[in-house]
């Protein structure tokens, strides 16, 4: 299917005659929603709108919802408010979650005023959480009975088409709160009168709708079931939170975390206006310029010593970059322990014991190999020594920094993906600059 879609592009970017133009739309109209939404992504923002013209009215709704923000908003900003109007006038509440972030308040108004009254509920009931919370994404396609009901209630039920990832009934009482689940398949061979609550499973997990998406969406992922209840501090039965939901939400969290790491939103635009993308960039340059400087200042007290020994300007990069790769490796698996809650208090002091251990075992190795080499390409064995040391001391400064970088960040509830790379490179810039040419001027001048 990628292939299919480069040869989109490519067809895209290259069709200007009209002949080659009613070819390409014939291909777009029969693409599935995600590749139509992954082809107007890769397209500069002229040529989107007018791909975006072929696309069938029936599926550009559902093309939206796939899309990320930025390069949604400007088809919808391109789209005028009556074509607007006759898009949503079908929409669920769900998918206009989905979507209210890029759509006009006045729009997501009209949007809600032509729903019936349960998707309204549905919509007023789902804002009532952030969208970090997974009660924000709560599936109403879920087969719901009554605490009393019995095995022949449930096949009578089972009679209509079933929702995708459905693989339980969910048993409430009349107060509407979750109360148990029974499988399908322990249906299908039970006798009518049985009734459903003999046939409840026992490990059954249950989502909160104030927990956040990540631990939620993993919940499901290991739970063995295909869809778990969803239930608020009341044990009110709000609806499920299927595997397919909890996929994307994991995905989602991933690609977040990979575009914090260098400072950018996961809903960029690959063609968003330049002003605009040099603007989302210009605050991570400006903050890693003043950490070098940083970096910088430290270096220019030992300017004597450095103008008195060369080497030690020509090795100052080996010292730098062996602490920033050392620290990168354990600031991203304390990043990867802390999404998916396996550091704690509990486990902080072993691991960062581990850490160090680890970065002291690495930190003399390859001490002893850099210090021979520095040895001999200076012919100075004290040299060697000195960039040795510092080596050991970066690297293990780097251990802990990349456990304690992360773990504060995450106290003072900010990202550690979005900044904790850049306080850790001037971590270890620091701390190896000051070992190297501190000990260089103690024992080389």
């Avoid at 390069?71 to 998918?95: N, V």
């Avoid at 992922?221 to 969803?230: A, N």
């Avoid at 004290?382 to 773990?407: E, K, Q, T, W």
């Avoid at 490179?425 to 001048?445: H, K, M, N, S």
Wanted: some cysteine; overall charge negative; hydrophobic content about 50%.
């Amino acid at each position: 299917m990628a292939e299919q879609i480069s040869d989109l592009i490519e067809e895209a970017l290259n069709s200007e005659l009209d002949d080659n133009l009613e070819a390409l739309n014939s291909k777009i109209a029969v693409q599935d929603e995600v590749d139509i939404a992954m082809l107007l992504e890769s397209l500069p923002v002229e040529k989107r709108l007018n791909t975006w013209e072929a696309v069938p009215t029936a599926k550009k709704l559902d093309v939206l919802v796939e899309m990320r923000g930025d390069p949604r908003e400007t088809l919808l900003k391109a789209t005028d408010e009556p074509e607007l109007d006759k898009l949503f006038t079908d929409i669920d509440s769900e998918t206009l979650l989905e979507l209210s972030d890029s759509l006009p308040n006045q729009l997501i108004d009209r949007a809600v005023e032509a729903m019936d009254k349960k998707q309204q509920q549905y919509f007023v009931g789902a804002n009532q959480y952030s969208e970090d919370q997974v009660g924000h994404w709560a599936s109403h396609e879920v087969l719901v009975l009554p605490l009393t009901a019995k095995v022949s209630d449930a096949k009578r039920f089972l009679r209509r088409e079933l929702a995708d990832y459905t693989d339980c009934i969910y048993l409430i009482n009349r107060a509407g709160q979750y109360s148990e689940s029974v499988k399908l398949h322990k249906i299908y061979f039970a006798t009518e009168h049985t009734p459903l609550v003999d046939l409840a499973e026992d490990d059954m997990d249950i989502i909160r709708a104030s927990q956040d998406c990540a631990s939620a969406a993993l919940t499901v992922q290991r739970s063995g079931f295909s869809s778990l209840p969803l239930v608020d501090d009341n044990y009110q039965f709000l609806g499920r939170v299927d595997i397919g939901t909890a996929s994307e939400l994991m995905n989602e969290s991933y690609e977040r975390q990979v575009m914090a790491s260098a400072g950018m939103d996961e809903d960029e635009d690959l063609f968003s206006p330049v002003r605009t993308s040099a603007k989302n960039r210009a605050l991570w340059l400006g903050i890693n310029l003043l950490t070098a400087f940083m970096a910088s200042w430290f270096i220019g007290l030992f300017e004597a010593t450095l103008q008195q020994v060369v080497a030690l300007a020509v090795l100052m990069p080996v010292v730098a970059s062996m602490g920033g790769i050392a620290g990168s490796q354990t600031l991203t698996l304390i990043i990867r322990g802390l999404a998916l809650k396996q550091v704690t208090s509990a486990n902080l002091k072993a691991l960062l014991i581990k850490e160090l251990q680890v970065g002291g075992l690495n930190g003399v190795i390859w001490a002893i190999v850099i210090a021979a080499v520095a040895s001999y390409w200076f012919g100075s064995p004290v040299l060697g020594f000195v960039i040795g040391l510092a080596i050991l001391v970066n690297i293990c400064a780097a251990a802990l920094a990349g456990v304690g970088v992360p773990v504060l960040l995450n106290k003072l509830k900010l990202d550690p993906a979005l900044s904790g790379s850049v306080i850790l490179t001037t971590v270890t810039d620091i701390v190896g600059f000051v070992a190297f040419l501190g000990l260089g001027a103690l024992l080389l001048v």
